[in-house]
């Protein structure tokens, strides 16, 4: 499988230049081009217009376009940074850095507290962080009782809301996840420290097949 050249790159306006999206992030040159290979399967498994859908980015994560998870949303909603209901490869590119293991922890901490922030006010609320828990369970296919999942929410604010006034800033959530590294597991994928090389099994397990493109 070989990659998209940057001359490829510039032929088609509409997407940035390797370099330059190489610059800003932790990848190389050809860990963007690889990602490009990607980018085009997910943004043609369904509508085909080089740009990345909610229902195709569902059907990346979940083979199910139609399945719905707050999680996924708010995922998605993250990598949409333009705001326009859709994700082009420069946003693709830059939202996955996230993920990299060589991304540093203030940025994954970061992008968490927006992950749960779901209403943008700049603080976690109880009611927010109580639906995550959910959507994330949901996501796992894990089913927990309401009382147990309240029991979740109140073990966290009762640890994180350092000034009791019910909902978490960001200095208290940076002081939250520091102590409690499980919570930023999902935030780094290791195969993306190398992602010429693990790029065929990647590409594999993406939910996509080949005879959709």
């Known amino acids: 499988m070989g990659c998209v050249s940057s001359k490829q790159f510039k032929r088609a306006a509409e997407h940035e230049d390797p370099a330059i999206l190489a610059k800003e992030t932790t990848?190389?040159?050809?860990?963007?081009?690889?990602?490009?290979?990607?980018?085009?399967?997910?943004?043609?498994?369904?509508?085909?217009?080089?740009?990345?859908?909610?229902?195709?980015?569902?059907?990346?994560?979940?083979?199910?376009?139609?399945?719905?998870?707050?999680?996924?949303?708010?995922?998605?909603?993250?990598?949409?940074l333009k705001h326009n209901g859709v994700v082009d490869?420069?946003?693709?590119?830059?939202?996955?850095?996230?993920?990299?293991?060589?991304?540093?922890?203030?940025?994954?901490?970061?992008?968490?507290?927006?992950?749960?922030?779901?209403?943008?006010?700049?603080y976690i609320e109880r009611e927010e962080l109580y639906e995550m828990v959910l959507a994330i369970l949901n996501e796992s296919d894990l089913f927990l009782s309401d009382d147990a999942v309240e029991q979740i929410v109140d073990q966290t604010f009762k640890q994180a809301d350092l000034n009791g006034d019910g909902k978490i800033d960001p200095d208290e959530w940076k002081a939250f996840a520091s102590k409690n590294p499980a919570l930023l597991k999902n935030m780094t994928l290791p195969y993306l420290k190398d992602i010429t090389m693990a790029f065929p099994s990647f590409v594999l397990n993406s939910g996509v097949d080949e005879e959709e493109l």
Request: zero cysteines.
């Open 27 to 80: 990848f190389s040159v050809s860990e963007v081009e690889a990602l490009y290979e990607l980018f085009k399967k997910i943004s043609h498994s369904i509508f085909k217009d080089g740009l990345i859908h909610k229902e195709e980015f569902q059907l990346a994560l979940f083979r199910n376009s139609n399945k719905k998870n707050l999680f996924a949303d708010r995922i998605f909603d993250l990598f949409d």
């Open 89 to 122: 490869f420069g946003e693709f590119v830059r939202s996955l850095n996230i993920f990299h293991p060589e991304t540093p922890l203030a940025e994954k901490i970061s992008f968490a507290f927006r992950l749960y922030d779901l209403r943008g006010t700049g």
